[in-house]
């Protein structure tokens, strides 16, 4: 069972980073004049990586445990 949280932490990290990345595109959209609302979109996907990163870290947690 601790390879398959390990397994699913790693999944989260490699997640994590690519919201990360996706946010980074929409600030610079942001900087660029983008059409629409591109900051209001990292902002979403910043807190969405928040949640990635907080799920990350509890189930480190669970293997303490």
Same mark, same amino acid.
């Given at each position: ?10 999944? %989260? *990290? ?24 591109? *900051?209001?979109?990292?902002?979403? %996907?910043?807190? *969405? ?9 509890? %189930?480190?947690? *669970?293997?303490?445990?």
């Amino acid at each position: 069972m601790a390879g398959d949280v390990e397994d699913l932490r790693q999944r %989260l *990290a490699d997640i994590s980073s690519e919201i990360g990345d996706l946010a980074l595109a929409r600030l610079r959209a942001a900087l660029d004049g983008a059409e629409g609302d591109p *900051a209001a979109q990292e902002r979403r %996907l910043t807190r *969405a990586r928040r949640s990635v990163d907080k799920a990350y870290h509890l %189930l480190g947690q *669970a293997e303490d445990v």
